[in-house]
C-alpha cells in the first residue's frame, strides 16, 4: 500500500518536474517504478495484447487457420516433396529444430539459426536481420529458397489447383481470392498467428497469482529489468521481451572473416554491423542452441556472455554493457526467472493433408 | 536574427508552426534571416512527431528522453546523414539545406520513424 502511493508521488512529481522543465530535465535512472507485487498495475505492460496485430485483408477465420496448418505441415510444398515449414520450425523442438543452425536443401549447413516462431505474432519485425516486415511479406520466402524448400511456385500453385482437397480449403478461407502466391502466403500467416505463449508463470504472477513465482524468480525479474544489474529489458522489452531492434551482442563469430554482418545488409549503416534482431524470450527454455550462430547451448552460457559483456566488443550495441555486477546467486535468479517464462505446453494435433 | 522554437514532447507542433509562419508574413522575408530550430524528443522507442514541416535552412534537434540510447539517420537523397547513437539527455543537430522529404529513422529501433518536409 505505502509502496504503490510512494510509486504514484513519485510519477507525480517527475511529471511536475517534466512540466517545469521541459525537455531538458533527465528521466530518472529508473524510468519504470516496478512494484515486484504479484498483479501489480506498474506490472501490467508485460502482458501480451489478447489479440497480435492483424492485416486488415486476413482477418482470421477457422477455415483459413485450418488450411495454414496443412501447408505448414506439408513437405510437397517443397522440391524434392521431403521438407515443410515444421521440417525446420518443428513444434516438438518449441518450433524451431534444435540445431545449432538451418539444415537445408539436401541438408546443407545453413549460415543462422532456426528462430522460434512462438509469438512471431507479435514481430514487427521478421527474420534475424529484418529483412521481412509482415508474416505475410515472409512466408513465401523459404518456399522459394533454394537454400531451404527450393520450392518452383510455378508447379506449386497448379498443383494445389488440381489437388481437390486443397482446392476446397482455399475455396473456403479465401473465398473469391483464388489459389496464388498471396493466398497461400495469408493462410500460412493466419496459422503462425496461433502459435502464441502467453500464459507462464510469470505472466500468472503478473495477473496476480502471488505463489506463480518463487522467490527466486521474483528476483531473478528485479535484476532483468534493473539497469545496473542485469540490464536485460533495455533489449528485451515488455511485453513480448524484446524491443524489435538490432545490437551487435559481441559474439565470437563476428571475429570470423568475414563475418555475419547481419542487420547491415539491410541498412548500411556502421552501427548495424554484425546486429541481429532482438528474440523474444518467451519459451526460451525449449529452443536451445541459442544466438543467431548457436554458439551456446545452456542459459547460464548466455548469461555469463553478458557478464563479461561479450567477445568480440568492436562494434558492441552501445546498449550493452561491457561487463555486469553479478554474482553467482543472482546469474542463478535470473536463469530460474527465464525458466519462468515457459507458457503451459499445448498439445498440437498433426493435421491430414489431402492427398 | 533568430527564431528558437522549442516543439515540446507533446506540443502541438502546428501551432508553433503557424505562430513561425505567421512571423514570416509580418516581417519581410529572408531566407539566411529566418532559420528556426525545431525540437524532435525520442521517448518510449518514438520521435514526439510523426510528421514535421520546415523550412530550406531550418535545424532540427533530436533529444534522447529515453534511459538507452538510441540512433538517427537518413539515407533520403534530400538529407543524407548519420547522428550515430547517444545516450538519455544528450541531443543531435541537422540543418536541412535542401528542400524534399527526408526519412528519418533510428537504426537500432526500426519502428521509430520520422518524416521531415522541408519546404
Ligand atoms: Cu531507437
Request: with cysteine; glycine share 6%; hydrophobic share 40%.
Amino acid at each position: 500500500m505505502w509502496k504503490e502511493l510512494n510509486g504514484r508521488v513519485k510519477y507525480l512529481l517527475k511529471t511536475i518536474l517534466l512540466l517545469i522543465g521541459g525537455t531538458s530535465v533527465g528521466y530518472s535512472a529508473a524510468d519504470h517504478d516496478y512494484v515486484f507485487e504479484a498483479g501489480h498495475s506498474s506490472l501490467q505492460e508485460w502482458l501480451l495484447p489478447d489479440l497480435p496485430p492483424i492485416p486488415d485483408d486476413n482477418r482470421p477465420t477457422a477455415s483459413r487457420i485450418e488450411l495454414g496448418k496443412k501447408l505448414f505441415f506439408d513437405p510437397r510444398l517443397s522440391g524434392h516433396g521431403n521438407m515443410s515449414c515444421a521440417t525446420c520450425h518443428s513444434p516438438m523442438l518449441g518450433w524451431s529444430d534444435g540445431l545449432a543452425t538451418a539444415r537445408g536443401f539436401k541438408s546443407q549447413i545453413l549460415p543462422r539459426a532456426t528462430p522460434t516462431i512462438v509469438n512471431v505474432a507479435y514481430n514487427s519485425i521478421q527474420m534475424w536481420d529484418g529483412r521481412k516486415r509482415s508474416l505475410e511479406d515472409q512466408a513465401i520466402g523459404p518456399m522459394e529458397a533454394v537454400a531451404e524448400m527450393h520450392a518452383n511456385l510455378a508447379e506449386l500453385i497448379p498443383w494445389l489447383g488440381n489437388n481437390e482437397g486443397y482446392k476446397s480449403l482455399f475455396k473456403s478461407a479465401y473465398p473469391n481470392e483464388g489459389i496464388n502466391r498471396s493466398t497461400l502466403a495469408k493462410a500460412i500467416a493466419s496459422f503462425e498467428r496461433t502459435i502464441i505463449s502467453n500464459d507462464s508463470p510469470f505472466d500468472q504472477w503478473v495477473k496476480g497469482n502471488s505463489t506463480a513465482l518463487s522467490k527466486q524468480q521474483i528476483l531473478g525479474f528485479k535484476l532483468f529489468v534493473s539497469e545496473d544489474k542485469g540490464n536485460c529489458a533495455v533489449c528485451h522489452s515488455a511485453p513480448n521481451f524484446t524491443d524489435n531492434g538490432f545490437h551487435n551482442i559481441g559474439l565470437k563469430s563476428f571475429g570470423n572473416e568475414p563475418p555475419d554482418l547481419g542487420r547491415f545488409s539491410q541498412k548500411p549503416l556502421a552501427i548495424m554491423k554484425g546486429a541481429f534482431k532482438t528474440p523474444t524470450l518467451r519459451d526460451i527454455t525449449l529452443t536451445a542452441p541459442y544466438f543467431h550462430d548457436g554458439s551456446i547451448t545452456t542459459l547460464t552460457d548466455v548469461v555469463d556472455h553478458y557478464v563479461r559483456g561479450g567477445d568480440i566488443k568492436t562494434n558492441l550495441s552501445p546498449n550493452m554493457k561491457t561487463s555486469l555486477d553479478l554474482n553467482s546467486e543472482e546469474v542463478a535468479a535470473i536463469i530460474a526467472f527465464l525458466q519462468a517464462l515457459e507458457g503451459t505446453p499445448k498439445p498440437i494435433t498433426l493435421p491430414m493433408l489431402p492427398l | 536574427m533568430m527564431i528558437r522554437e522549442q516543439l515540446k514532447n507533446k506540443s502541438k507542433p502546428f501551432s508553433i508552426l503557424s505562430l513561425v509562419l505567421m512571423w514570416s508574413l509580418i516581417l519581410n522575408y529572408q531566407s539566411t534571416v529566418w532559420a528556426a530550430e525545431f525540437e524532435v524528443g525520442q521517448k518510449n522507442k518514438a520521435f514526439s512527431v510523426p510528421v514535421l514541416k520546415i523550412k530550406q535552412g531550418d535545424t532540427v534537434k533530436f533529444t534522447n528522453n529515453d534511459p538507452f540510447f538510441h540512433n538517427v539517420f537518413s539515407l533520403s537523397d534530400a538529407k543524407f546523414f548519420d547522428l550515430g547513437s547517444f545516450p538519455q539527455g544528450e541531443f543531435r543537430q541537422v540543418t536541412f539545406d535542401k528542400k524534399g522529404t527526408v526519412e528519418v529513422e533510428c537504426a537500432i529501433h526500426p519502428t521509430m520513424k520520422l518524416k521531415i518536409i522541408v519546404e
